[in-house]
């Protein structure tokens, strides 16, 4: 019984010799689980990183894209007029011909005297002339936005501010830019125009109803921190103009909960 008795006790030392063996593996295992964890963990981190820098890289990639898309829409449409231009001057210069011989004949040494007589008026006041020729100019192209030739009036503005880049009128020509495409439900680039006529006249009227249409094209495309922010400035820096009452209106309706 002895001696049974002590190779038991050897075969419990042994055993336990064992356990302890392999919990002593299981343990180096699980540091090195952790360790790779770690390393897991630090990639993963790394590759999140990557990821938002790929995405703003990507954000400001659209825009550009955006921008470039714009301006060659614009091309295109200026292009587009330019050759139908061309085309009715080449039909009216094949017409001419026909018609030439008889205004000629229509012309009388009388008429020639008239301008003369007119032309001392302008010289006292020369800045008369030419700006009755602005607002013409400005009249016309907003006569082709009401007719809805909303491709037509862009251009026409366009020319307008760059015949005109300091005139009081330009920042209006930029603000019907912007109602062109906000008309157009094309609200980034609304956007855009609106944003360079608070560049251009960051005065009232025209920078608080800039700023106001800013305001409804962030609404239109379900923004509506920014709308807010656009309405608030209207009250906060140009609290007496017309655009106010209707920053509250829009603000008031904002902050009212659907039902």
């Known amino acids: 019984m002895l001696v049974a008795a002590i190779a038991a006790g050897c075969a419990t030392r042994a055993s336990v010799h064992e356990v302890r063996a392999e919990v002593g593996t299981v343990r180096a295992e699980l540091t090195e689980v952790r360790v790779a964890q770690d390393l897991v963990a630090a990639d993963l981190a790394r590759a999140l990183a990557e990821l938002r820098s790929i995405d703003a890289r990507a954000a400001e990639t659209q825009q550009t894209l955006r921008d470039a898309t714009s301006e060659v829409v614009r ?45 001392p008026a302008p010289e006292s006041n020369p800045r008369d002339g030419r700006d009755e020729t602005v607002e013409q100019a400005f009249a016309a192209a907003r006569n082709t936005f009401r007719a809805r030739e909303h491709g037509q009036a862009v251009l026409d503005f366009l020319d307008f501010i760059a015949k005109y880049p300091k005139h009081p009128l330009a920042p209006s020509a930029q603000f019907w830019i912007g109602e062109a495409y906000f008309v157009q439900r094309d609200y980034p680039q609304a956007l855009i125009e609106f944003n360079r006529v608070l560049q251009m006249a ?52 904002s902050r009212t909960p659907s039902r």
């Open 202 to 253: 960051p005065t009232p009227p025209a920078a608080a109803d800039a700023l106001l249409r800013i305001g409804m094209c962030h609404a239109s495309l379900r923004e509506p921190v920014p709308a807010a922010v656009a309405w608030e400035r209207i009250l906060r820096d140009y609290p007496r103009s017309d655009a106010a009452g209707k920053a509250r209106s829009f603000l008031r309706a």
């Open 75 to 119: 091309l295109r449409t200026r292009v587009q007029v330019t050759e139908d231009e061309v085309r009715q001057g080449r039909v009216a210069a094949g017409a001419r011909p026909a018609t030439v011989p008889a205004p000629p004949a229509a012309v009388t040494p009388a008429q020639p005297a008239a301008p003369p007589a007119a032309t």
